[in-house]
Structure formats: C-alpha cells, structure tokens
C-alpha cells in the first residue's frame, strides 16, 4: 500500500486548542498529559481542552499554535484545513476581545506562506453560553475573510433554539453554518441543527443513522452551500448535507493532544452504511495526531487500515469517501 500520508487531503474538523504540541505546552508552564483510552465523556473531554486552553495567555502563544498547526498538518499530506477556534472565549478571558483571533490569523498566513496549505476559520459558540456573546462574536466574525463559518459547539443537550436569531443574521452575512450534532445527543440533535441552526454541515453525526427521518433529510439534494469560501452562493452538488463522521473514536492521542469525546458506538454505525443509505459523509480523523498506540500516525498505513475495519469500510465505500471529501 502506498504511504497515504503523501496523498494530498483536506481536513475538515479539528480544533486548533486540541493541536498544541507538547512542547508548546510546556513553555508557558503546562503539564502535557498522555493518555491511553478513550475519554468517557463530553465533559473530560472539554475539561482536558481547557486546560490547554488557560495556557493561551499572550499574543504570541496564539500565533505560534497556529503556525505550528500548519507545520504538522501539512506534514501529513493536508493541502486545505478549516480549523474550529474559540475566539470569543479567550477575548472574554484575557479582557482582550480581538487579540486571540488576530494572532492566530497571522500565524495561520504565516504557515500557509512558508508551508503550502490553505486554511480557513470556523469560530464555535458553546451552547452554554449566552446568546449575547454569540451577537458580539458576529462582528469580527464577519470582518475577515479567513473566517467562513460559524458553529454551536458544546453539550449538544443544551437546545439550539435561542440562538436562532443570530443565526440567521450570520448567514445573511454570507457566514456558514456548521454546527456538531448527532453524537453526544441523538438524531433530535441532528433536526434542531438543521431546522433552528440551519446547518449546511453537521460535525460528527453519528448518531443520525438510528433514525431514517433525519438520514432522508440528509441525503436529499439540496442548494445548501459548502463551507470553503464565502461571499458566491455555489450550490451542492448532488448531494444534502454531509456529515463529518469521526474516523476514531476520541482518545488522548499524545503530549497535550486530545481527539473530541467518546464514541462506543464507532463500530456499530459504520461509515460505509451511512453512504449506501445516502449519505455522504466527509470522512475525518478528529482533533490532534493519532497515537502509535492506536493505529499509526495520522493518514498512514495502520491508521487507514484500522478505520477501514472499525468502520466496515467496502473498497467502494473508500473510493466514494475520497471522492465525497475532497
């Protein structure tokens, strides 16, 4: 089999907290912790990432995890990234509104410009925060062309509809929409962020197979548009909405990296189904680099093998998911 890490990719879920390396960690106090099993929750997982998170105090940590990023994915064949960042949390935190977000566009132009990979920003919202700070999120948002989308992130118990309204502003704006739903919470999850989010992709979506209502809504076609640029309308091709289904199941995966939350039910909705029932998925391996531990680095041999098998992957299903992705 070739090396696939050498097959140019395009990386469509990650969040760029959940990237630090180590090392980096390290320079401003940090602790990287290594784990060998799967998270058990949501919540581990989100504490875990703020941890790193507190770490991001100066212009100059935000800027180098940026570049930094760049560096690592480019090094495993991506060509294009759209990175989830938190901006609004940080400016909050640090009393600094615009600086988080600043910084680290400069590092992710810097690292295009020395790297080669293209990337975007998609500024999340936890669900658990107030409507208010997702309107005053809106405006630097909308301000620079790096930032294509918007997403509701967090406890996908708490309900989407509140934020409605701010919403349909941000795609009026010419923003995307692309909300997590469907893993954590079930296929309920999945129509709140279609009808009330109005999601033009759905993070994870795992969860969307235990009912055929939402799976129809998914696969029909549509003139939804896809994330990557703003400003023209192109429409879909012949597909609906697609959801990012996680190649791995979320786990510590190394110094200071952490894949998302836990997923038992990685082998029993397999990627393969979900395109036969019709579905295109955008195939993603979550956040941070795959441990040796668990398949190999991200995007080689043992790490594709692996998720073809935990996946049910058929060498139709693989050729249509390169497709789909791309």
């Known amino acids: 089999m070739r090396d696939l890490r050498l097959l140019p990719k395009a990386h469509l879920h990650t969040h760029l907290e959940s990237t630090v390396r180590g090392a980096t960690i390290r320079e401003p106090g940090g602790e990287p912790t290594v784990r060998d099993r799967p998270f058990t929750g949501f ?26 990023f760049c560096q690592d994915e480019a090094a495993r064949g991506v060509r294009c990234a759209e990175v989830t960042f938190t901006a609004a949390a940080h400016g909050e935190r640090l009393g600094r509104p615009e600086m ?32 208010e700070r997702l309107w005053r999120g809106l405006e630097p948002a909308t301000r620079y062309p790096q930032v294509i989308a918007l997403g509701l992130a967090g406890d996908e118990s708490c309900p989407a509809a509140p934020f409605s309204e701010a919403l349909r502003a941000a795609r009026e704006a010419g923003l995307h929409l692309v909300h997590p739903a469907g893993e954590a919470a079930g296929p309920a999850s999945v129509w709140e962020a279609l009808a009330v989010g109005h999601a033009e992709r759905i993070g994870h979506g795992i969860r969307v197979l235990e009912d055929p209502d939402p799976v129809a809504e998914l696969g029909r076609p ?14 879909r091709r012949s597909v609906g909405v697609r959801p990012e289904d996680r190649a791995w199941p979320a786990r510590a995966s190394g110094p200071g990296q952490w894949t998302g939350t836990a997923s038992s039910r990685s082998r029993s909705v397999p990627v393969g189904l979900s395109g036969r029932r019709g579905i295109h998925p955008a195939t993603t ?32 299903d693989r050729v249509r998911a390169k497709l789909g992705s791309a």
């Not at 640029?229 to 429409?235: A, D, E, K, L, M």
Request: overall charge positive; charged content about 30%.
């Open 43 to 68: 919540r581990e997982s989100a504490y875990r990432r703020s941890t790193v998170r507190a770490l991001l105090r100066d212009h100059r940590h935000f800027r180098r995890i940026a570049e930094e």
């Open 285 to 316: 391996r979550g956040d941070g680099a795959a441990s040796p531990r668990v398949g190999g680095p991200p995007g080689g041999k043992g790490w594709f093998r692996q998720r073809n098998d935990s996946w049910g992957l058929r060498p139709s």
């Open 222 to 235: 549509s003139c939804r548009t896809a994330a990557g640029h703003r400003g023209g309308r192109s429409p």
């Open 100 to 131: 988080p977000l600043e910084a680290v566009l400069e590092g992710l132009a810097a690292g295009a410009e020395r790297y080669g990979i293209r990337t975007r920003v998609i500024l999340d919202h936890s669900r658990r925060r107030s409507v």
